[in-house]
Structures are given as structure tokens and as C-alpha cells.
């Protein structure tokens, strides 16, 4: 995950409580208050952001489940060199 991704990802999440966690690829996406609405504003405010579009496949719940699963969706669409690392080599 990159610091673009996380800065992106904080104003979607509820806080964590006192102090709030750490983002971290495991971290729950439902818990922390996305829903299927925020889930469409991240996808437009994600798309903006790296410019690119997720394919339509991948427009689904396990995909938004996690940060590490968004990430890996998302770093799969970028162009090598620019935060992104070749399909089949992602890493949450």
C-alpha cells in the first residue's frame, strides 16, 4: 500500500477508537464503516486519484473487504514504475 492509497482511505473509515489503529492490509473495511454507498464514492474518488478504472469483475465485496485486497486490485491497474507491481506479484 502507498501513502496516496492510506490518505485516500482515512476519510471513508470511522475512527478506531482512542488513538484510532493503524492501517494495515488486514485492516476490515465494514468494520471501520464502509458500506455499499462509500464503497462507490471510494471507487470514484480511487479511479480519480491513480487514474485508472477497476475492471467491472472486481467490482465486489472481497475486493472491498480489506484494505490489502483493495490495494492489490488497485496496484494491479497501475503502470509499472508508478506504485504498481506486475499481476501475480501483489502483495497485501
Known amino acids: 500500500m502507498d501513502a496516496r ?4 482511505l482515512q476519510p471513508f473509515l470511522k475512527p ?12 476490515d473495511l465494514r468494520k ?6 462509500q464503497a462507490i464514492e471510494l471507487l470514484f474518488a480511487v479511479e480519480d486519484t491513480f487514474g485508472i478504472s ?16 483493495l490495494w ?3 496496484a494491479a491497474q497501475l503502470p509499472q514504475g508508478t506504485g504498481g507491481v506486475p499481476a501475480g506479484q501483489e502483495t497485501a
Request: charged share 15%.
Open 72 to 74: 492489490n486490485v488497485i
Open 54 to 69: 477497476l475492471p467491472d469483475e472486481e467490482l465486489n465485496d472481497t475486493t472491498f473487504a480489506t484494505a490489502g485486497s
Open 5 to 8: 492509497f492510506t490518505a485516500l
Open 32 to 37: 471501520l464503516g464502509v458500506d455499499s454507498m
Open 16 to 27: 478506531a477508537g482512542p488513538g484510532g489503529a493503524a492501517l494495515t492490509p488486514d485492516t
